[in-house]
């Protein structure tokens, strides 16, 4: 794709056609997970007091499809790109409506990154260090395949919040779309990487006009698997094509909280001599509930968190141009977050009952 005169302009149509297309699916999807039977019905884990849809991941889908095959034609890799997002979408949508053994979604999983590493030839197959560049070789494969594992359950277990996940993925996103602007200039193919990331933080925008607190859909496990994909493409397909080190390093500071708390989640269960896969109460953010903060605050915690840890990514990366002034003005806002919630009464007392 040519470099643009203003690496900001292009990635404006993608983003509102993502935006406006995701909107207008939500109320179809909302309307068929009853039809099918993809419900999240009150009690045990679940916060909502009434039941909710779980066929969100369609509208995320709708509005990524529908923003690639306007705009996306010059993206090498676009049709592989859609492929495997709906792919994952339609397969993780069955886990939405029967509820899929641990080990099932796993083993899907690891075929949908199979099919993008060996399939479709998306690799990490360099590893810039300070030093060297370090070939991979045959290792290129199951390295892909792990790190888009990992990325397809982060995100997974981060989406237990109305409005956590997408959000969260929004602000990567973006996170991504500012180191590949920065990169622009030397990389012309970044911009393609700039087009993927606008259309991904419009659907996330548009799938929160009805998922924020409280939330009237859910996007369920394959709305959070598709989530989760495409942040490891966009990684692979963008900035990892030249500097695989620092280019992975970005969503993976961004996404710090989720990732942690996921190898604590997994070492917890583990020690406990359950199943690693067994869903608890214990993560981070029912965590914060049981402190009491609401659904909202807890999902703008983590909106402040993982802009923080996304700016000192990029700091790292290169991008040092006002992120002084973002990181102060982030912190600024968790320190209020956390003195409003300090000097009010907890109202977080019915989820933490409920949460055990």
Aim: hydrophobic share 55%; with cysteine; proline share 5%.
């Amino acid at each position: 794709m040519p470099t643009p005169i203003d690496p900001w302009l292009p990635a404006l149509p993608p983003f509102l056609v993502a935006l406006a297309v995701t909107i207008g699916s939500v109320p179809v999807f909302r309307w068929l997970s009853f039809r099918v039977g993809a419900v999240a019905w009150p009690g045990g884990r679940h916060l909502h007091d009434r039941p909710t849809g779980r066929l969100g991941g369609f509208a995320l889908l709708f509005g990524m499809v529908a923003a690639l095959a306007t705009f996306g034609r010059g993206i090498v890799s676009w049709v592989e790109i859609v492929g495997i997002a709906t792919a994952v979408t339609v397969l993780l949508a069955i886990d939405d409506r029967f509820d899929l053994a641990p080990w099932t979604k796993l083993l899907v999983q690891t075929a949908l990154g199979l099919v993008v590493a060996a399939g479709f030839g998306i690799t990490i197959t360099t590893i810039h260090l300070s030093f060297t560049d370090l070939s991979l070789g045959w290792l290129a494969i199951p390295v892909t395949v792990g790190w888009l594992v990992g990325m397809q359950n982060s995100i997974n277990l981060l989406d237990g919040v109305d409005g956590l996940a997408a959000g969260v993925v929004g602000i990567v996103a973006a996170i991504l779309m500012i180191a590949a602007v920065d990169r622009l200039g030397r990389s012309p193919d970044q911009a393609s990487v700039i087009l993927l990331c606008a259309a991904l933080i419009g659907a996330c925008l548009g799938f929160l006009v009805f998922n924020s607190a409280p939330a009237r859909i859910f996007m369920g496990d394959s709305g959070a698997h598709l989530l989760g994909l495409l942040i490891g493409v966009i990684a692979i397909v963008g900035v990892a094509k030249t500097t695989a080190a620092l280019a992975l390093f970005v969503p993976v500071v961004a996404l710090a909280l989720p990732i942690g708390d996921t190898a604590f989640a997994i070492v917890r269960r583990r020690m406990a001599g359950r199943s690693a896969a067994e869903a608890d109460t214990r993560h981070l953010h029912y965590r914060l509930l049981a402190l009491g903060l609401s659904p909202r605050e807890t999902a703008v915690t983590f909106y402040l968190v993982t802009a923080i840890l996304g700016c000192l990514g990029l700091a790292i990366y290169g991008h040092r141009k006002i992120l002084a002034v973002a990181l102060v003005l982030l912190g600024v806002g968790l320190g209020l977050l956390v003195w409003r919630v300090r000097r009010r009464r907890p109202l977080g007392r019915p989820a933490a009952e409920r949460l055990g």
